[in-house]
C-alpha cells in the first residue's frame, strides 16, 4: 500500500489553490469538450498519416529528416491524448465504454499499455515527492548522474530502460491487472511488427527505416526525455508549491507538445482539459509571483541537464555547497 505521499504534504497548498481563483473561473477552466478533443486527436491522426505518406514518397535527407522528426513527436504526443483519457477530461460526464475505446486507441502507436499507464501516472500524482512511491521518480529517473547515462534516455536504450521500470512497477500490481497489461501489451507489440513488416514488404528496408525505425527509435526517446526535463527535475525539494517544474508557454511547444509542457498547472488542476492549460498558468501568474516561482525552459532546462549536470528532483538554483547561484533568477533563455 501506498502512503498518498502528496495529499499529506500539499494540504496548505491544496487550500491555496481551491481560492486562487475565482468560483466561476475555475469552473469554467473544468469545462470539457470532447468535439474538440476529438478534433484536435484527429489532426494528430492525420499528421502521423501524412508523415508516413512523405516518408514512404522520398529518400532525400533534406525532405524524410524533418518528416522523421514530426512523425517521433506525433507518435509520442499519443500519450498525451492517452493522459487525458486517465483523467477524465476527454468528456463532460464519465463515459467509461468511450474512454476505454480511446485508451486503446491512444495507446496502441506509442507501444504501451493504457492500464498500466493509468495506473503509473495515478500513483505517480498521489506520491508526488516520494523518492519510493512515485513510480516515476523511483523507477525511471536516472540513477546515475553522468551526462553519457542521460544521454542513453535519447536513445533506442530508453525501451528497455522504460519497460525495465514498468516491469518492476507493475510486479506489485493485483494479478488481474497484471494479466490485463500484459495483454494489451501484446496487442500493441503485435500491431507496431505488423505495421512494421507492412511497410518492409512494400517499401522495402530503406522505407522502413524512414517511416518507422528512425521515428519511433530515434526520435520518440529525444521527445520522452524533452518533455520529460519539464515535469519534476528542477524543483524545490522543500516546498511542495515547487514540487513541479514551472516551463513558460509558447506556441511552437504548446503546438509540439500539445500543452503537456504545462505540467504544473497540470498537477495543480489535473480535471482542467489540456487545451485549456496556457490560458490557465495566465490566470495564475500572480500566484507564482506571490511564491516566488522560477520559470523555466527547454533551452534553459537542456543547459542545466547536460552542460551543468544537474540532478534530477533537486534545485537548480543552488550550487553544490547550497548556495543560491548568481543565475538562480536567471532570464529565462529564448523559449525555442
Given at each position: ?70 512523425q517521433g513527436f506525433t507518435v509520442f504526443n499519443f500519450t498525451v491524448l492517452l493522459h ?207 511564491h516566488g516561482m522560477r520559470w523555466q525552459n527547454y533551452s534553459g532546462l537542456l543547459y ?26 536567471h532570464p529565462v533563455r529564448p523559449a525555442v
Amino acid at each position: 500500500m501506498k502512503a498518498h505521499y502528496y495529499s499529506q504534504h500539499a494540504i496548505a497548498l491544496r487550500t491555496e489553490l481551491s481560492h486562487v481563483l475565482p468560483i466561476d473561473e475555475l469552473r469554467a477552466f473544468h469545462t470539457k469538450s470532447a468535439a474538440r478533443h476529438l478534433l484536435i486527436a484527429a489532426r494528430q491522426f492525420a499528421m502521423l498519416a501524412l508523415a508516413t505518406w512523405g516518408l514512404l514518397s522520398t529518400a532525400y535527407a533534406v525532405l524524410w529528416i524533418p518528416l522523421a522528426v514530426v512523425q517521433g513527436f506525433t507518435v509520442f504526443n499519443f500519450t498525451v491524448l492517452l493522459h487525458e483519457v486517465v483523467h477524465h477530461t476527454v468528456f463532460d460526464s464519465r463515459r467509461p465504454a468511450a474512454d476505454r475505446l480511446l485508451g486503446w486507441l491512444y495507446a496502441v502507436p506509442s507501444g504501451i499499455s493504457a492500464s498500466q499507464f493509468t495506473r503509473w501516472h495515478l500513483d505517480h500524482h498521489a506520491e508526488l515527492g516520494s523518492c519510493e512511491d512515485d513510480p516515476k521518480r523511483h523507477h525511471l529517473s536516472p540513477k546515475i548522474n553522468a551526462r553519457w547515462f542521460k544521454l542513453l534516455y535519447c536513445s533506442p536504450a530508453l525501451f528497455p530502460i522504460y519497460f525495465r521500470a514498468a516491469r518492476k512497477e507493475g510486479a506489485t500490481y493485483p494479478e488481474a491487472l497484471q494479466r490485463q497489461i500484459a495483454r494489451e501489451r501484446r496487442v500493441s507489440i503485435a500491431a507496431h511488427l505488423t505495421v512494421l513488416a507492412l511497410i518492409w514488404t512494400l517499401a522495402g528496408a530503406g522505407g522502413a527505416l524512414r517511416a518507422y525505425i528512425v521515428p519511433v527509435f530515434f526520435i520518440f526517446p529525444i521527445a520522452f526525455t524533452l518533455n520529460r526535463l519539464g515535469q519534476h527535475y528542477d524543483i524545490d525539494p522543500e516546498d511542495p508549491t515547487k514540487w513541479t517544474t514551472l516551463v513558460r508557454g509558447h506556441w511552437f511547444w504548446d503546438f509540439v507538445f500539445l500543452n503537456s509542457n504545462y505540467h504544473l498547472e497540470h498537477h495543480y488542476f489535473t480535471g482542467v482539459p489540456f487545451y485549456k492549460l496556457p490560458a490557465l498558468q495566465r490566470a495564475l501568474g500572480p500566484f507564482y509571483a506571490r511564491h516566488g516561482m522560477r520559470w523555466q525552459n527547454y533551452s534553459g532546462l537542456l543547459y542545466g541537464w547536460l552542460v551543468e549536470n544537474r540532478a534530477p528532483h533537486t534545485n537548480w538554483a543552488l550550487d553544490e555547497t547550497g548556495a543560491v547561484t548568481p543565475t538562480s533568477h536567471h532570464p529565462v533563455r529564448p523559449a525555442v
